[in-house]
């Protein structure tokens, strides 16, 4: 069974703080998203990657950087944590360049910026 | 930007009947359209897909439809199960990423 797992499960940050959620798959596959997941906006894809080393720019990715160092891991970083960023996130993996085929999702970070 | 909407944000069916759910894209490059399920607290997981080769998939109780021209596609669920309640997500796709409807949440009455 394919496996995505997440840490933090929960986090609490300050306004202004760092934070980085961190995501790691055992199903080999190239492509890695980060997601966030709020009420009335569905599901939104902040950055993802083809590969280690490779990062893109997903439809928000404002405020948030993503880091892809191994084909495993990939994390989302937030500089400078803002309440607007309080949300759950998911990460997910997937095997094809463009897309095309199943997404594994994580179980989610809850991130509560105060 | 390029939009996917799910035009249910609720439904409610008696256990034994059929459900359907609606969405729409507008981005004509789209080729691949993956349907996902949450159920309560939990993450998603996807149940079944199609792609813009063909215009019908079925599998077991699931069967997704796609009008290209239209550029419509829909979910359709027969014999529902209280289990089958949940938040069902459309998307659609096509070079590198997807973009997701903002969910249908399905009631199975017993």
């Known amino acids: 069974e394919a496996a995505v797992t997440q840490s933090p499960r929960n986090k609490v940050a300050v306004t202004g703080g760092k934070v980085t959620l961190s995501c790691n798959q055992t199903n080999n596959h190239n492509n890695m998203y980060w997601y966030r997941q709020d009420t009335g906006h569905g599901l939104r894809l902040i950055h993802y990657s083809y590969g280690a080393g490779s990062t893109e720019k997903g439809d928000i990715p404002d405020g948030y950087k993503a880091s892809r160092p191994s084909q495993e891991n990939f994390s989302l970083i937030l500089e400078l944590a803002t309440p607007s960023q309080t949300s759950v996130y998911f990460c997910a993996s997937g095997d094809a360049p463009w897309g095309g085929y199943e997404q594994y999702f994580g179980p989610g970070t809850r991130l509560t910026v105060l | 930007g390029e939009k996917v909407e799910q035009h249910e944000s609720t439904l409610s069916v008696r256990e034994g009947d059929s459900a359907v759910i609606n969405c729409t894209y507008t981005?004509?490059?789209?080729?691949?359209f993956p349907w996902y399920k949450q159920e309560a607290g939990k993450s998603l997981h996807f149940v079944i897909d199609?792609?813009?080769?063909?215009d019908r998939k079925q599998s077991q109780r699931l069967t997704v439809l796609l009008d290209k021209k239209a550029k419509r596609f829909s979910l359709h669920i027969t014999a529902t199960q209280p289990e089958d309640s949940a938040i069902y997500f459309c998307?659609?796709?096509?070079?590198?990423?997807?973009?997701f409807g903002l969910g249908t949440t399905l009631q199975v009455q017993p």
């Open positions: 199609i792609r813009s080769n063909v």
């Open positions: 981005d004509t490059a789209s080729s691949y």
């Open positions: 998307a659609a796709g096509n070079t590198g990423k997807l973009i």
